[in-house]
């Protein structure tokens, strides 16, 4: 009997979660960009969305924001979630699902991870391990 051969497993999902969650990142983009959404936090704020993560049943989209200069990061989450249930129903204009997917905001910390490498890599500690070594036998 022939084996059966399994999908490999990626890592932000199905090839589905991963083009809905691209899908529903561009719209809220969109949404958050053309300030459709009213409420004076958001329109004093450039907030960007470097992505989405959908469940594997698509009925919750995970979103990850950050404001321009990343300031004011709790008072954003906060206006985004007054705001949800308007930004639900735009994403559900925009997408083409069954269900329009519950939507949480959370905040994008990539850049203080990254930020802290840079930091790190910079030490003097680490600087002494990168270097050429000089001392060829």
Do not use: C, W
Request: aromatic fraction near 4%; avoid cysteine; glycine fraction near 6%.
């Amino acid at each position: 009997m022939p084996r059966r051969h399994q999908p490999e497993k990626h890592p932000g999902g199905s090839h589905r979660q991963l083009r809905v969650a691209e899908t529903v990142r561009h719209a809220i983009a969109d949404i958050l960009a053309q300030g459709q959404v009213h409420d004076p936090v958001l329109e004093g704020h450039l907030v960007t969305v470097p992505e989405v993560r959908m469940s594997a049943d698509l009925k919750l989209a995970t979103i990850y924001v950050m404001p321009l200069g990343g300031r004011d990061t709790a008072d954003v989450i906060d206006a985004l979630d007054r705001n949800r249930k308007f930004l639900r129903g735009e994403i559900a204009r925009r997408v083409n699902l069954k269900f329009a997917p519950d939507i949480r905001f959370r905040v994008d910390e990539r850049f203080d991870e990254a930020e802290r490498i840079e930091k790190l890599l910079r030490t003097p500690a680490v600087q002494r391990d990168l270097a050429p070594d000089t001392d060829e036998s």
